[in-house]
Nanobody, 123 residues
C-alpha cells in the first residue's frame, strides 16, 4: 500500500508560479512511476505529467509542455510539479498518482492516488 499526500496548492494570479509536492510512504519510492492529474469543475480528470520510476523520462500533456516541469527526488520520497506562467484554465484540483514500475508514457494504470490539492489561477 502507498499513501500519497499532496501540498503546495493555492491561489495565484495569471502568469504566476506554484510548485506542488507529493510525498509518498509505504513502498520504495524508487519503484514508483509518478503522475500528476487534474480535474476542473464540470470536467473529467485529465493527465498532466508523469515521470518514470527511475527518473529517466518525463511526459506532459501538450497544453503544459514548456510551462510545467515534473521531477522526482527518490531520497525525499517526493515528486514535484513546478508550474510556471499559470493561466486561469489551469484552475483545478491536482492529484498525485503512482504505479509500480509503470510506463510513464501510458496515462492509465495508476493504482494509488492522493486526496488532491486545489490550484486556483485568477485573471
Amino acid at each position: 500500500q502507498v499513501q500519497l499526500v499532496e501540498s503546495g496548492g493555492g491561489l495565484v494570479q495569471a502568469g504566476g508560479s506554484l510548485r506542488l509536492s507529493c510525498t509518498a510512504s509505504g513502498r520504495t519510492f524508487g519503484t514508483l512511476t509518478m503522475g500528476w492529474f487534474r480535474q476542473a469543475p464540470g470536467k473529467e480528470r485529465e493527465f498532466v505529467a508523469a515521470v518514470k520510476w527511475d527518473g529517466s523520462r518525463t511526459y506532459y500533456v501538450d497544453s503544459v509542455k514548456g510551462l510545467f516541469t515534473i521531477s522526482k527526488n527518490n531520497a525525499k520520497n517526493t515528486v514535484y510539479l513546478q508550474m510556471d506562467s499559470l493561466k486561469p484554465e489551469d484552475t483545478a484540483v491536482y492529484y498525485c498518482a503512482a504505479k509500480p514500475y509503470g510506463s510513464a508514457s501510458a496515462t492509465g494504470g495508476y493504482v494509488y492516488w492522493g486526496q488532491g490539492t486545489q490550484v486556483t489561477v485568477s485573471s
